[in-house]
């Protein structure tokens, strides 16, 4: 399956390759497969997209996590929509994940894998601390999009702290489809 996977996906191998996801709006609709965990050790980095009311700066691909895991990533910034990934749009998919490190901001729309949600998250792990002196705050997902977003499988393992509503283990706002998922993490709120 990993031969069948690297010919129908972009690999990505490195933390160099990852950022490169979020260079331009063209990369941002690909599809993606970690080939294998990648340790940003420490170094401190900004979403890979960002959300805005016309939705055009959002992650509208796939990226398969292939079940490994981003290390050590630290995302600390005042803006809004903080996480792996900052937006998914509705035809993004992220899925296979798990997520090691640190988010915070003192803005809106904080979690540790997708901070915005229009798409689809699916099996994905957040262990990272997650904290926030706003709303809209999750382990996995801050805020999901009401008639779009979907949460399958995914699972909390980090401490979430939020300032305000919308805190929460798994997600911090949920408007729309949340199944079989769970949390095992501090939330404060």
Same mark, same amino acid.
């Given at each position: 399956?990993?031969?069948?996977?690297? $010919?129908?996906?972009?690999?990505?191998?490195?933390?160099?390759?990852?950022?490169? *996801?979020?260079?331009?709006?063209?990369?941002?609709?690909?599809?993606?497969?970690?080939?294998?965990? *990648?340790?940003?050790?420490?170094?401190?980095?900004?979403?890979?997209?960002?959300?805005?009311?016309?939705?055009?700066?959002?992650?509208?691909?796939?990226?398969?996590?292939?079940?490994?895991? *981003?290390?050590?990533?630290? *995302?600390?910034?005042?803006?809004?929509?903080?996480?792996?990934?900052?937006?998914?749009?509705?035809?993004?998919?992220?899925?296979?994940?798990?997520?090691?490190?640190?988010?915070?901001?003192?803005?809106?729309?904080?979690?540790?894998?997708?901070?915005?949600?229009?798409?689809?998250?699916?099996?994905?792990?957040?262990?990272?601390?997650?904290?926030?002196?706003?709303?809209?705050?999750?382990?996995?997902?801050?805020?999901?999009?009401?008639?779009?977003? $979907?949460?399958?499988?995914?699972?909390?393992?980090?401490?979430?702290?939020? $300032?305000?509503?919308?805190?929460?283990?798994?997600?911090?706002?949920?408007?729309?489809?949340?199944?079989?998922?769970?949390?095992?993490?501090?939330?404060?709120?």
């Amino acid at each position: 399956t990993v031969e069948l996977a690297v $010919k129908t996906y972009i690999p990505v191998r490195t933390a160099a390759d990852f950022l490169a *996801i979020g260079a331009n709006n063209a990369a941002m609709a690909k599809k993606y497969m970690l080939m294998n965990d *990648i340790d940003f050790e420490g170094a401190t980095v900004n979403a890979l997209s960002s959300y805005d009311s016309r939705n055009t700066q959002s992650f509208n691909g796939v990226f398969d996590g292939n079940n490994c895991s *981003i290390r050590g990533l630290v *995302i600390n910034n005042n803006t809004q929509s903080s996480g792996v990934f900052g937006a998914v749009g509705e035809k993004g998919v992220i899925k296979n994940l798990s997520v090691y490190g640190s988010v915070s901001s003192t803005s809106t729309y904080v979690a540790g894998v997708v901070a915005y949600n229009q798409g689809t998250v699916e099996n994905c792990t957040n262990y990272a601390t997650v904290s926030a002196d706003s709303y809209f705050v999750g382990g996995v997902v801050a805020y999901n999009e009401k008639n779009v977003g $979907k949460i399958f499988e995914c699972v909390n393992y980090g401490t979430v702290t939020g $300032k305000s509503d919308g805190t929460g283990g798994v997600v911090g706002c949920n408007k729309f489809n949340l199944s079989g998922c769970v949390n095992y993490g501090s939330v404060n709120g």
